[in-house]
């Protein structure tokens, strides 16, 4: 009965695993079992499942019972739950989310930003010094009042954040 209880363990650790990655994630896992244990589950998009195997190989989930075409003994329950345990590692590695990657390009990304914004705002200051030696002052007004009253405000916020962001990734990259 101890091995029947930490496969159910496990079982659990695998429900909870997959559905952290999605409920898609979560209900193919669960098919993968019925597969391997010869069982037609009807999948729908609850909030929670729980699956427990019982002693005889039949499946209870969500207060349903399902039982595959012939009762098992512990030997055989353990021996398909191994190749359903190999085949869901299987999947859930390749849907691991991997966040230190998201993470890298999205403050990859933030210095991608500040450095667009930093050529653009270079850019703007040659063209408002090129309009004011040229004495095109009408350019020039509409260029600070175009840059100040537009665009700084609209930016300013998302700007400081990504700056900080990219601050304190770049000190952490060089450490």
Known sequence: MS??????????DYINESA?????????????????FDIKFS?????????TIKNNGHIIMRGDEYSPNKDMNIEEIEERYNKFKVRADNFLKKKNISFENKKVGSNILNILVLLIVFIITILLVIYGIKSL??????????LIFVVFIWIIPSISNNLRSRIQTAYIFLKNLFK
């Open 3 to 12: 091995k029947l209880d930490d496969i159910n363990n496990e079982l659990k």
């Open 20 to 36: 952290f990655i999605s409920n898609k994630c979560r209900n193919k896992v669960i098919s993968m079992l019925g597969e391997e």
């Open 43 to 51: 999948l729908d998009n609850y909030k929670t499942i729980d699956v």
């Open 133 to 142: 030696l040229r004495g095109d002052l009408q350019s020039l007004i509409w």
